[in-house]
């Protein structure tokens, strides 16, 4: 039985990488999109299902988990990876509305698509969500960044996006909690090059998708929750 797989911002950088990477080992991936011809172009590219879900919209969140739902009957794997950068300016200048736009993607985003697809995660044998977080997200390195460079391959005070990714590191938490049968783990994919910060990471693409994709194949037995790095386990 194929692995089914659902993986948002699957356009292009770390998204597109993991879907290829999957693919590769057998799982029929749905590519989301929140533009249908990026999302169709993407999807042929990889030999994947199109699937048009902008995750900062309720009714498209709802209507992507309709579709899969006709179409598979269940997700195996859910991947939250779409996510923005937000604002790199001072903390003091920072507005709630600037944090509210970030954390309108970062967080509230990964809540409207795991819980829209809660229902055909609950209808898979054993399922996973694996929210792509940061080690920038993570409490214990912000509170003294200069004692984890063995993890850290750079470090930013970004205060709208570091707080948005420590807390859909909460959301990984709580989500396995509640639903212990539910592998729930947030993955650190390192400073990668990608748009998302003009590509002036240190790593490629390829290199970041790793630790995703290994998450997304973990199979029984892997901690949940976990916050997990390319070389083991990210502090909370």
């Given at each position: 039985?194929?692995?089914?797989?659902?993986?948002?911002g699957?356009?292009?950088?770390?998204?597109?990488?993991?879907?290829?990477?999957?693919?590769?080992?057998?799982?029929?991936?749905?590519?989301?999109?929140?533009?249908?011809?990026?999302?169709?172009?993407?999807?042929k590219?990889?030999?994947?299902r199109?699937?048009?879900?902008?995750?900062?919209?309720?009714?498209?969140?709802?209507?992507?988990?309709?579709?899969?739902?006709?179409?598979?009957?269940?997700?195996?794997?859910?991947?939250?990876?779409?996510?923005?950068?937000?604002?790199?300016?001072?903390?003091?200048?920072?507005?709630?509305?600037?944090l509210q736009?970030v954390?309108?993607?970062?967080?509230?985003?990964?809540v409207?698509?795991?819980?829209?697809?809660l229902?055909?995660?609950q209808?898979?044998?054993?399922?996973?969500?694996?929210?792509?977080?940061?080690?920038?997200?993570?409490?214990?390195?912000n509170?003294?960044?200069a004692?984890?460079?063995?993890?850290?391959q750079?470090?930013?005070?970004?205060?709208?996006?570091?707080?948005?990714?420590?807390a859909?590191?909460?959301?990984?938490?709580v989500?396995a909690?509640?639903f212990p049968?539910?592998s729930?783990?947030?993955?650190?994919?390192?400073?990668t090059?990608?748009d998302?910060?003009?590509?002036?990471?240190t790593?490629?693409?390829?290199?970041?998708?790793?630790v995703?994709?290994a998450?997304?194949t973990?199979?029984p037995?892997a901690?949940?929750?976990?916050?997990?790095?390319?070389?083991?386990?990210?502090?909370?």
């Amino acid at each position: 039985m194929t692995t089914i797989t659902v993986i948002t911002g699957a356009t292009k950088g770390l998204g597109f990488e993991t879907a290829r990477r999957l693919i590769e080992q057998g799982h029929t991936v749905y590519a989301g999109a929140r533009d249908a011809h990026r999302g169709e172009q993407a999807a042929k590219a990889l030999g994947a299902r199109p699937l048009l879900i902008d995750i900062t919209d309720e009714a498209s969140v709802d209507a992507a988990a309709q579709r899969v739902r006709a179409e598979a009957g269940r997700v195996d794997v859910l991947v939250n990876n779409a996510g923005i950068a937000g604002p790199a300016a001072p903390a003091g200048e920072l507005t709630a509305a600037d944090l509210q736009q970030v954390f309108d993607t970062n967080v509230f985003g990964a809540v409207r698509t795991t819980r829209a697809f809660l229902p055909l995660l609950q209808a898979a044998a054993r399922p996973a969500v694996v929210n792509v977080s940061s080690s920038l997200g993570s409490l214990a390195i912000n509170a003294g960044p200069a004692a984890h460079t063995d993890i850290l391959q750079a470090w930013a005070p970004l205060l709208a996006y570091n707080s948005s990714k420590a807390a859909l590191n909460m959301l990984t938490a709580v989500y396995a909690q509640a639903f212990p049968h539910i592998s729930v783990v947030s993955v650190d994919p390192g400073f990668t090059a990608t748009d998302l910060n003009g590509h002036q990471g240190t790593q490629s693409v390829e290199d970041g998708a790793a630790v995703i994709a290994a998450a997304a194949t973990a199979g029984p037995g892997a901690p949940s929750p976990a916050f997990l790095g390319a070389t083991g386990p990210v502090p909370w």
